[in-house]
């Protein structure tokens, strides 16, 4: 998927959610006295983030820095306890990229050629969040924990210079068991929204991948190697909680 196909996404439940009722624990109360009433009072999350990747161990030996992503998830009140909900989510960052634009001759004419390669991670999966009984009525620690896949894959993209059309190949797809592991809180801002920050460790089986280690070939991918290691690195996340 393209990335700033994400963005207009992101953008669009941005609008679409502005106006619905922010989540807090301070519901919690209320929830009790609706029971009181016979009312069942159903909670939902969706969350919205920007991320950002620091690679470790040997992860980071193999990669020349950090990198930017995004995030969505969502999150569905578990078991009636206002505290303990469960997720889905989905999250995306690239590891490397390489282009170029350089001339190509046949028999007949000679055109320009833009061509790129990059290497994405994108994660799938499940998890469990509990908000702490230490909170405010503004300020709500949790604890988040996942568990999903990595899907690594890197593609290569041609297009000749003003043509629309371009001519895409994978060269590389590998699956792995990931986990991840967070502290975070949630800041509510008002009535329908709120902010929230959040620190994730996380890790995976070993995942074999395509980086940038060569320069000097005018073709992109001519300067990507093979690498097999842990994908392990720090994340961090900021963004905005919409309840419903």
């Known amino acids: 998927m393209k990335i700033f196909g994400l963005r207009i996404c992101f953008i669009i439940i941005f609008v679409s959610f502005t106006c619905v009722n922010i989540f807090s624990q ?6 009790v006295d609706q029971e ?5 009072l159903y909670l939902n999350l969706f ?3 920007f991320s950002y990747q620091i690679p470790m161990e040997t992860f980071r030996d193999n990669l020349s820095g950090t990198s930017f992503g995004f995030r969505f998830a969502y999150y569905n009140n578990f078991s009636n306890k206002d505290n303990l909900f469960w997720s889905l989510h989905h999250q995306s ?5 390489l282009s170029n634009t350089f001339t190509v001759s046949d028999q007949f004419a000679e055109y320009l050629l833009d061509s790129k390669t990059i290497t994405n991670v994108i994660f799938s999966g499940f998890g469990i969040r509990h908000y702490f009984e230490v909170y405010t009525p503004k300020l709500e620690p949790f ?3 996942k568990l999903g896949l990595n899907s690594v894959y890197t593609y290569s993209s041609n297009r000749v210079d003003g043509s629309e059309e371009a001519e895409i190949n994978f060269d590389n797809f590998n699956l792995s068991l990931a986990y991840a592991v967070g502290l975070g809180f949630q800041y ?10 959040m620190a994730n460790y996380a890790s995976s089986n070993n995942s074999t991948y395509y980086i940038v280690e060569r320069q000097g070939f005018e073709l992109p991918w001519d300067n990507f190697v093979k690498r097999t ?4 690195y720090l994340q961090f996340y900021f963004g905005i909680t919409f309840g419903f």
């Open 47 to 49: 969350e919205v983030s």
């Open 229 to 232: 290691t842990q994908l392990d």
């Open 188 to 197: 509510n801002v008002r009535k329908g929204q709120a902010l929230h920050l």
């Open 93 to 97: 960052f690239r590891i490397s990229k």
């Open 143 to 145: 604890l988040d924990v």
């Open 26 to 31: 301070e519901v919690g109360n209320e929830r």
């Open 36 to 40: 009181e009433e016979n009312y069942d």
